[in-house]
């Protein structure tokens, strides 16, 4: 009972955190909206999509690997702090040439990645915070820098619509970010002492082997949001703002499995190194919730989502309805794919995780290019939902087989 009551504190602490995200996000993307149009909405979303891809290659998928095996007083935590800032300065300039390079979007949404490079920086810094805090399990921190950060964002935007071009207003991440670093930084020095300048030999043993998770997760991302640049290839910016203001919607509900799993995680991780058995049942309690979870938010997102687009959007985005009704099918299977990307990586198949969202990329990309030109963003909005059942399907069926071969052969 103490483990739930744990387990619930710190997730309520995320969802806190990124319910405060979510509302300035909402805010912000209302304002835009109503300022300028499904078009402001698409420069503006896009350059936020392109730039996340940058954030991931900062993590580098060290933390999902590290967590289990690392504690506070270890001086690979500096270590990785370092590295993180330092690569993410070198990926500064991939950022910019990729963005002049690719056939997308427009100049002004060049401009706004210009004006948004910063928030790679800070990413790398987040990152490592993050570790910390889900290692002490004081996820409250996170959710007091988010809120700091939030309302940092808002300000800026509030100050700036109707007067400024539209991708100016990519000044509101890069101060939400700048404020959200110094307030993490300041909290986590009471947990371990981060230290840029210290001169530690840098081991490459924990980078090599994590490679596997970097690539799942760099694929993942990609597979994510591949869908929006294809449409803004074949469509309007404006067409991509309307399936975006969908998407944010949707993405701010998936956050509900990833904080439930990093709270979650921790106590799987223990139950594998201790007992199997411990560890099938933790696995089938969570998965039950899980699954109840994303249910109750397909009835509820399919019910609410005409009010939901109204209140955010404002008149001009019916198509927005559509296309959040068919993301959230996908809810099941999305829930669900969390807890098993954790067991997987904790069962040491970080390898069979990377080809299966490898495998799930490729299917996405041939499918979107195939339907989006014909039937727009609801096509980008059914691969979805198809891409990741498969996913699913993968996932348990390399699960099942892994955990059989524990059962019979015993620990490896």
């Known amino acids: 009972m103490e483990i739930i009551k744990k387990v619930i504190q710190q997730t309520s602490w995320q969802l806190i955190g990124k319910l405060a995200t979510a ?15 499904e078009t402001g909405v698409g420069i503006y979303t896009l350059a936020l999509a392109y730039l996340a891809f940058f954030y991931l290659a900062t993590d580098l998928g060290l933390n999902s690997y ?33 963005v002049f390079v690719l056939p997308i979007g427009d100049s002004d949404f060049r401009k706004a990645v210009i004006v948004g490079l910063p928030t790679i920086v800070t990413s790398a810094i987040l990152f490592t915070t993050s570790l910390i805090f889900q290692k002490a399990l ?44 110094a ?8 947990y371990y002492r981060l230290n840029l300048w210290h001169q530690i030999k840098l081991p490459l043993s924990p980078f090599a082997k994590a490679w596997p998770i970097s690539l799942a997760l760099v694929v993942n991302t990609v597979y994510f949001r591949v869908d929006s640049f294809i449409l803004s290839h074949y469509y309007s910016l404006a067409e991509v703002g309307v399936y975006n203001i969908a998407y944010q919607i949707f993405q701010t509900i998936l956050v509900i499995p990833t904080f439930i799993m990093n709270s979650f995680y921790p106590l799987i991780a ?23 979870i994303s249910l109750s ?15 955010i ?42 080809l299966i969202y490898s495998l799930g990329l490729i299917m996405n990309l041939v499918l979107n290019f195939v339907f989006i030109p014909r039937y727009s963003y609801l096509a980008a909005a059914w691969v979805t939902v198809v891409g990741e059942y498969l996913i699913l399907v993968c996932q348990l069926i390399i699960l099942i087989w892994s955990l059989k071969n524990f059962t019979v052969n015993g620990r490896k």
């Open 138 to 181: 004081h996820f409250e921190k996170v959710a007091i820098a988010s809120l700091i950060g939030s309302v940092a964002s808002l300000s800026i935007v509030f100050l700036l619509a109707g007067r400024a071009q539209v991708y100016l207003l990519l000044l509101g991440p890069v101060l939400a970010a700048i404020c959200s670093v």
């Open 270 to 292: 223990s139950d594998f190194y201790s007992s199997l058995v411990s560890f099938q049942k933790r696995l089938n309690r969570a998965g039950l919730l899980l699954l109840l």
């Open 183 to 190: 307030v993490s930084l300041s909290s986590a020095q009471k």
């Open 313 to 354: 959007s404002g008149q001009g985005f019916q198509g927005s309805i559509v296309a959040l009704r068919v993301l959230s099918l996908s809810f099941p299977a999305f829930f669900i794919t969390s807890l098993l990307m954790a067991a997987l990586i904790i069962l040491n198949k970080s390898k069979s995780v990377a």
């Open 66 to 98: 590290l967590l289990p095996k690392i504690n506070l007083q270890d001086s690979l935590l500096n270590s990785l702090f370092k590295l993180r800032i330092f690569w993410a300065i070198i990926l500064l300039a991939p950022t910019l040439l990729l």
């Open 23 to 37: 509302l300035s996000t909402f805010v912000i993307l209302g304002i835009i909206a109503r300022f300028y149009g």
């Open 297 to 311: 938010g397909v009835v509820l997102t399919w019910l609410l989502s005409p009010l939901i687009i109204e209140l």
